[in-house]
């Protein structure tokens, strides 16, 4: 995750274009797309659409440009060739925030913080009441296990104080994705 975040900070600085453009209904297309890391193609001449509503499964092995195709969606690198549209407008009309709000990645290993439960779905969001929370939470699985633990939702999540497993690390960071409630979600 450290590695991710760095390579993030280390790129280049984005400059954020004002728009009032908004995603309503989430519809992706990549029309001829082909991207490279250092001349090296990873994905060639990719063209398909999802329609909104839509469940989509991208399946290949490791190095394969899964995960390219969403960092091209969420413009952390540019296309080499190629257009991507949202809702039939280029992602490069969208402002970043407008883009990066619309849409909620989930992570194999998701980034968590050493922090309350509560923090790690809201992220300081304030306007999240508590009973929006444990809904989501009874929406992954989770809310059983977090209303049984002696400070509920102010667990912190630490290794002195509270181990978890994978698999509820995961569904804490799919409960901060529907928490943020974007128009697309992506699980890497």
């Known amino acids: 995750a450290i ?3 760095l390579g993030i900070l280390e790129g280049p600085v984005e400059t954020e ?3 009032s453009i908004e995603i309503k209904k989430g519809i992706i297309e990549f029309n001829g797309v082909s991207f490279s890391y250092d001349r090296n193609p990873v994905i060639t001449n990719a063209s398909f659409s999802i329609s909104s509503q839509d469940s989509v499964g991208i399946i290949g092995g490791s190095g394969n440009g899964k995960t390219t195709l969403a960092m091209l969606l969420l413009r952390f690198y540019d296309v080499s060739s190629g257009i991507i549209k949202i809702d039939n407008i280029p992602i490069n ?4 925030q407008e883009l990066r709000e619309s849409i ?3 992570f194999q290993d998701p980034i968590i913080f050493e922090d309350s439960i509560r923090y790690n ?6 306007d999240i009441k508590d009973d929006e929370i444990w809904n989501i939470l009874e929406r992954v699985n989770l ?3 977090i209303e049984a633990l002696p400070d509920g939702l ?4 630490c290794e002195n104080k509270f181990n978890m497993s994978g698999g ?3 569904r804490i960071a799919l409960a901060r994705v529907l928490a943020k409630d974007p128009k697309i979600i992506i699980f890497d």
């Open 143 to 145: 809310k059983e296990e």
């Open 93 to 96: 009309n969208y402002s970043l």
């Open 121 to 126: 779905i809201t992220l300081k969001k304030y």
């Open 154 to 157: 102010d667990t912190e999540i």
């Open 3 to 5: 590695q991710r975040v």
């Open 104 to 106: 909620g990645v989930v």
């Open 17 to 19: 274009e004002k728009s």
């Open 168 to 170: 509820q690390l995961q």
